[in-house]
């Protein structure tokens, strides 16, 4: 149990365009997710915090404008990050928690989606 | 605020040896601690987390991990390295406040070689 999907795996585009990233709970339901942003080996960075139903609250220095978080339901959570450029091009990784199972504590991670941006 | 250091950025060990992944904490409150995996181009899995209940927590794979109040520590261990354990490994802390959300604070990572 507790499985976080992501699409796409993989995305390239170009400079100026907008990519959505979607993340799913397959087997439960999210009140929380995550957004995570990891430079080549380096360190996961928390960019955003979504709760179903209500707006994200982002880290300090993310641009909320740029990077637009939806949690629209408690299933689905998708990042959009607007007007890519090159300097975008990362790991995104997203992250589900619910107070709804016995490991409230625990964030269940997805595969992550690798952002290229030519 | 909550931080996270994980000594030794690269660590390598011959197969059938002792693995040993350094972590310490700093946190104002009871935390919460955690140690994840990570292979190539992958998300991130659980192995084990410590949430102020036994301080010897036993994870998947064969790790366990201690936690020591004293020295601020959760280091990750393993008796016998397997190939299949080389990977990336973060060590993360997160408060026990609850309300809306906890979030996890990451350490840089160790990546751990394992050579015949």
């Known amino acids: 149990g507790a499985v976080v999907s992501q699409h796409p795996s993989r995305v390239i585009c170009k400079s100026g365009?907008?990519?959505?990233?979607?993340?799913?709970?397959?087997?439960?339901?999210?009140?929380?997710?995550?957004?995570?942003?990891?430079?080549?080996k380096q360190s996961l960075m928390l960019m955003a915090t979504s709760n179903e139903?209500?707006?994200?609250?982002?880290?300090?220095?993310?641009?909320k404008d740029k990077f637009l978080?939806?949690?629209?339901?408690?299933?689905?959570?998708?990042?959009?990050?607007?007007?890519?450029?090159?300097?975008?091009?990362s790991f995104y990784i997203c992250s589900a928690r619910t107070v709804w199972r016995g490991n409230s504590d625990t964030q269940y991670f997805g595969p992550g989606t690798r952002l290229t941006v030519l | 605020a909550q931080s996270v250091t994980q000594l030794g950025s690269h660590v390598s060990v011959s197969e059938g040896a002792l693995?040993?992944?350094?972590?310490?904490?700093?946190?104002s409150v009871p935390p919460y601690l955690f140690w994840y995996v990570q292979y190539p181009n992958q998300g991130l899995?659980?192995?084990?987390?410590?949430?102020?209940?036994?301080?010897?927590?036993?994870?998947?794979?064969?790790?366990?991990?201690?936690?020591?109040?004293?020295?601020?520590?959760?280091?990750?261990?393993?008796?016998?390295?397997?190939?299949?354990?080389?990977?990336?490994?973060?060590?993360?802390?997160?408060?026990?406040?609850?309300?809306?959300?906890?979030?996890?604070?990451?350490?840089?990572?160790?990546?751990?070689?394992?050579?015949?």
């Open chain 2, 45 to 116: 899995q659980l192995l084990l987390k410590y949430t102020s209940a036994a301080t010897l927590v036993k994870g998947i794979n064969g790790f366990e991990a201690e936690f020591k109040k004293s020295e601020t520590s959760f280091h990750l261990t393993k008796p016998s390295a397997h190939m299949s354990d080389a990977a990336e490994y973060f060590c993360a802390v997160s408060d026990q406040r609850g309300g809306g959300y906890n979030k996890l604070i990451f350490g840089a990572g160790t990546r751990l070689a394992v050579h015949p």
């Open chain 1, 17 to 40: 365009t907008s990519v959505k990233i979607e993340c799913r709970s397959l087997d439960f339901q999210a009140t929380t997710m995550f957004w995570y942003r990891q430079f080549p």
């Open chain 2, 19 to 27: 693995v040993l992944l350094r972590c310490n904490y700093s946190s």
């Open chain 1, 53 to 63: 139903g209500s707006k994200a609250t982002y880290e300090q220095g993310v641009e």
């Open chain 1, 69 to 89: 978080i939806n949690h629209a339901s408690l299933t689905l959570s998708t990042l959009t990050v607007t007007s890519a450029h090159p300097e975008d091009s």
